[in-house]
């Protein structure tokens, strides 16, 4: 997973490594968290710098995508 910035400059950060090509992101900014998937149908979660990355799933086969949803509870 790479980022670059929408400055003009060309540099490019490698954010997440290791993956078999990055093709879902889903981001929660408040929560400084991005949760990614790959061709390989696994899905990882990292902090938005690109550290603490974590396996949630490894090579399903079957995710191509990845949302992310907060559900927060109505009942009192």
């Known amino acids: 997973m790479n980022r670059t910035s929408i400055d003009g400059k060309l540099t490019q950060d490698i954010m997440l490594g290791n993956l078999m090509e990055g093709i879902g992101i ?3 900014v408040p ?3 991005m949760f990614v998937t790959d061709l390989a149908g696994s ?3 990292a902090k938005l710098n690109g550290s603490q990355k974590r396996v949630l799933g490894l090579r399903t086969g ?3 995508g990845v949302a992310y ?3 927060t509870s ?3």
């Open 26 to 28: 889903a981001l929660d």
């Open 31 to 33: 929560g400084d968290r």
């Open 43 to 45: 899905v990882y979660s």
């Open 62 to 64: 079957e995710s191509s």
């Open 69 to 71: 949803a907060e559900i």
């Open 74 to 76: 109505t009942e009192e």
